[in-house]
């Protein structure tokens, strides 16, 4: 079962980095698409533990990503819709954690994603994941912060138009149950578009070289 998932503002900077946009280079049959699903070290919207009531924010661990790419194969969907894979890191997904975050490169083939592209209704990513060991501090009354140490990170899902944020206008979160998939805000991005306009090679003239093989003789 897919969980709610939360949206956050456009990171324009982490640790004194510039985070790259998200860039969309759109092609006549595919769309290539390079941005980050997710800012590690980077403090998530206050949510609400379901079982406590207790709030918290939440932080992805430098590292947690890298190691949780090294055992599952992660797939590539369309607004967390498991009947709208694109993909997977199988095939045309490559993800890695730099020192920034999460970062993702597919080739999309989808006809609706290279219309969506077209239409510039693309907005981010966003990825579920199960949270395997986790620790925690408290950072003021009532207020702790949860460090995601070691995490299966089971999806990233491209994000249209069409899902919105839940909860938007509150800062108040809710977190998804113990074994549910969790869904992390989506790291809305102002994506770059980039058309990309294939030349088609001109057919070659061998008339010049016919004609002169008659000259020579030549059939």
Same mark, same amino acid.
């Given at each position: 079962?897919v969980?709610?998932?939360?949206v956050?503002?456009?990171?324009?900077?982490?640790? *004194?980095?510039?985070?790259?946009?998200?860039?969309?280079?759109?092609?006549?049959?595919?769309?290539?698409?390079?941005?980050?699903?997710?800012?590690?070290?980077?403090?998530?919207? +206050?949510?609400?533990?379901?079982k406590?009531? !207790?709030?918290?924010?939440?932080?992805?661990? +430098?590292?947690?990503?890298?190691?949780a790419?090294?055992?599952?194969?992660?797939?590539?969907?369309?607004?967390?819709?498991?009947n709208?894979?694109l *993909?997977?890191?199988?095939?045309?997904?490559?993800?890695?954690?730099?020192s920034i975050g999460?970062?993702?490169?597919?080739?999309?083939?989808d006809?609706?994603?290279?219309?969506?592209?077209? !239409? !510039?209704?693309?907005?981010?990513?966003?990825f *579920?994941?199960?949270?395997?060991?986790?620790?925690?501090?408290?950072?003021?009354?009532?207020?702790?912060?949860?460090?995601?140490?070691?995490?299966?990170?089971?999806?990233?899902?491209?994000?249209?138009?069409?899902?919105?944020?839940?909860?938007q206008?509150?800062?108040?979160?809710t977190?998804?149950?113990?074994?549910?998939?969790?869904i +992390?805000?989506?790291?809305?991005?102002?994506?770059?578009?980039?058309?990309?306009?294939?030349k088609?090679?001109?057919?070659?003239?061998?008339?010049?070289?016919?004609?002169?093989?008659?000259?020579?003789?030549?059939?």
């Amino acid at each position: 079962m897919v969980g709610p998932y939360r949206v956050l503002p456009e990171v324009e900077m982490q640790r *004194g980095k510039k985070v790259k946009k998200m860039r969309v280079e759109i092609r006549s049959d595919s769309v290539t698409i390079d941005g980050y699903v997710n800012a590690v070290a980077r403090d998530s919207r +206050p949510m609400k533990d379901r079982k406590t009531g !207790k709030r918290f924010v939440e932080q992805i661990v +430098p590292g947690a990503f890298e190691r949780a790419l090294k055992h599952n194969e992660v797939q590539l969907l369309l607004n967390h819709d498991e009947n709208r894979n694109l *993909g997977s890191t199988e095939s045309n997904l490559t993800l890695y954690e730099d020192s920034i975050g999460l970062r993702a490169h597919a080739v999309i083939t989808d006809a609706e994603v290279i219309e969506k592209a077209r !239409k !510039k209704q693309l907005r981010g990513w966003s990825f *579920g994941f199960h949270e395997l060991d986790a620790s925690e501090e408290e950072i003021s009354k009532g207020m702790q912060r949860r460090y995601v140490e070691e995490l299966e990170l089971l999806e990233v899902s491209l994000i249209d138009q069409r899902k919105q944020p839940c909860y938007q206008g509150t800062s108040i979160e809710t977190r998804a149950e113990d074994g549910s998939v969790l869904i +992390p805000e989506v790291l809305e991005t102002r994506a770059e578009y980039v058309d990309i306009i294939e030349k088609k090679e001109s057919p070659v003239d061998y008339s010049g070289y016919k004609n002169r093989l008659k000259e020579l003789g030549g059939k």
